[in-house]
C-alpha cells in the first residue's frame, strides 16, 4: 500500500494474492490492530485492505498503475478511495494519493 504504507517487513506477504483462489491475508499485530488484505480483481490488480485498530478503521481498495510521460519521465499513481473513520466522534478522512512524476531518467 504505497504512500499509506504497511510495511513488508510486518506483513510477511512475499507472494500475491490470487483471487480465483479466494486467497486473503490476515494478520493481527503486536499492538493489537488487525489487518485484512483481499485481491479482489486480478486484471487489472485491485487491492481491498481494512485495518482495524483501538478507535479508528482506515479501508478501502486501490490500483497501482504507471506510464510512459513522454520520452523521458515515468509516471505513477494509485487509483481508489481510502478512508480513516474514528469511533469516538465519528469523524472520516478521504484520502486521494498523488501522482508521482520522474524526470530526466535518460537523459539528464
Given at each position: 500500500m504505497t504512500s499509506h504504507f504497511i510495511n513488508p517487513t510486518l506483513v510477511q506477504c512475499r507472494i500475491p494474492l490470487v483471487p480465483i483462489l479466494g486467497e486473503t491475508y490476515q494478520l493481527e499485530m503486536a499492538t493489537g490492530e488487525k489487518l485484512y488484505i483481499e485481491q479482489i480483481c486480478h486484471?487489472?490488480?485491485?487491492?481491498?485492505?481494512?485495518?482495524?485498530?483501538?478507535?479508528?478503521t482506515y479501508s478501502g481498495s486501490y490500483q497501482i498503475n504507471a506510464a510512459l510521460n513522454g520520452p523521458n519521465s515515468v509516471?505513477?499513481?494509485?487509483?481508489?478511495?481510502q478512508t480513516i473513520k474514528f469511533a469516538n466522534d465519528?469523524?472520516?478522512?478521504?484520502i486521494v494519493d498523488p501522482m508521482l512524476i520522474v524526470s530526466g531518467l535518460l537523459a539528464g
Open positions: 486484471h487489472p490488480s485491485i487491492t481491498a485492505f481494512l485495518l482495524e485498530g483501538d478507535g479508528f509516471k505513477g499513481w494509485k487509483e481508489g478511495k465519528g469523524a472520516k478522512i478521504s
